[in-house]
């Protein structure tokens, strides 16, 4: 099937170099090989490929080539420099196309070498959203069975999708994460993960998981870091402007896979409303620069709100996320009053949306198939 963003990155190929991330697995490289089909001599170049890495290091590809493809690059030592001086001498008519499985902003803090050369796209699971906008059948319970990863949604049946996922976990937890950083306990990074998979959308306490594997809390964030890294799992942090006070600190963890979810239909549903709200943030601000954000709000006494769209550092829309729970939160309906903001509860199971208390209920598939991307 056709990937959302091929468009705009053609476009901005013809400008910059662009730089495709995502998590392992969610289409990059078969996004960045359809891409080369607008090409007529396209070359594409893996990094963890002893013949690719050798033709990399010498800048050996063709002359006549119109489009590179590096893959996995950012494994590459001191990558941007070599990137930055391929860009500043390469013919007009080379076009460079950069993926990899990491996030950008790891390597951030080397310099900034790339500056103004680049556009950023992050290639997320499929979505509602994406799915609308290219004319593919609407399926959210697919979506929070199988997770957005094209491999398992578009698979003949659950048995291959579950075979699917079970090689991906081992990939991830055998090799990916000793790309980033030094793992000496590695049971301890396997059961942070598997009590990760068990607490999505609760506040998540450093201390608290510190004890359940018997290592320090700063282990504990260096291993949630190795998964943010891999995006394997995301953060949503509480927002905090005019309301810091009275704001607990703790993030909420969240797969972009969910089908990694463990726990009740409610966890995953709330996942699925998180990724898809992510991805709609990141569309904002990859393809139209704008400041968008996605947090959520929680006092000291318990109130809480599970999303906050945040645009320019102020909330555009509080958002709740419900099964099937048509009446709105007493939370939801108390941060309305207090702040006003737009205020929108999306539910799975909806005959009809309607108002209710300043609140919108709104039918979740319909919503999430309207977001940006």
Not at 132 to 157: C, H, I, T
Request: charged share 25%; net charge neutral; with cysteine.
């Amino acid at each position: 099937m056709q990937r959302l963003q091929k468009q705009i990155i053609l476009k901005d190929l013809e400008k910059k170099i662009v730089l495709l991330v995502g998590p392992r697995q969610c289409g990059k490289t078969w996004l960045a090989k359809d891409i080369a089909k607008e090409f007529s001599n396209s070359v594409y170049l893996n990094y963890d490929q002893p013949l690719d890495k050798k033709i990399i290091q010498d800048q050996a590809w063709l002359e006549s080539t119109d489009l590179l493809i590096l893959d996995e690059l950012h494994k590459m030592k001191d990558w941007k420099n070599y990137l930055k001086g391929v860009y500043d001498t390469k013919p007009d008519s080379l076009r460079i196309l950069v993926t990899g499985s990491a996030r950008l902003d790891v390597y951030d803090l080397l310099g900034d070498s790339l500056a103004g050369r680049y556009f950023r796209h992050r290639l997320l699971p499929l979505s509602l959203a994406e799915l609308e906008q290219v004319s593919e059948p609407l399926d959210m319970n697919k979506l929070l069975e199988r997770g957005g990863f094209p491999e398992p949604y578009l698979a003949e049946n659950s048995i291959e999708a579950d075979r699917w996922r079970l090689h991906y976990i081992n990939s991830l937890l055998s090799t990916d994460v000793f790309e980033i950083d030094t793992i000496h306990n590695i049971k301890g990074m396997h059961l942070v993960f598997n009590l990760l998979r068990s607490r999505v959308g609760s506040p998540l306490s450093y201390q608290s998981l510190a004890e359940d594997v018997a290592v320090s809390p700063t282990t504990i964030k260096k291993y949630i870091q190795i998964l943010e890294s891999l995006f394997i799992i995301f953060t949503v942090h509480p927002y905090s402007n005019n309301i810091a006070r009275s704001l607990l600190k703790e993030p909420k963890i969240y797969f972009f896979d969910t089908g990694l979810v463990q726990g009740d239909d409610g966890a995953k549903f709330e996942n699925l409303v998180a990724v898809s709200l992510l991805k709609h943030v990141y569309g904002k601000i990859d393809m139209e620069a704008e400041k968008y954000a996605l947090h959520y709000l929680r006092t000291k006494d318990g109130q809480e709100v599970d999303f906050a769209l945040v645009y320019q550092d102020t909330i555009e829309t509080m958002i709740e996320a419900k099964l099937s729970e048509s009446t709105p939160t007493k939370s939801l309906i108390k941060f309305y009053e207090k702040y006003n903001h737009p205020a929108v509860q999306l539910v799975k199971s909806l005959r009809n949306d309607y108002q209710q208390q300043g609140v919108h209920i709104l039918k979740a598939e319909k919503f999430l198939a309207h977001l940006f991307l």
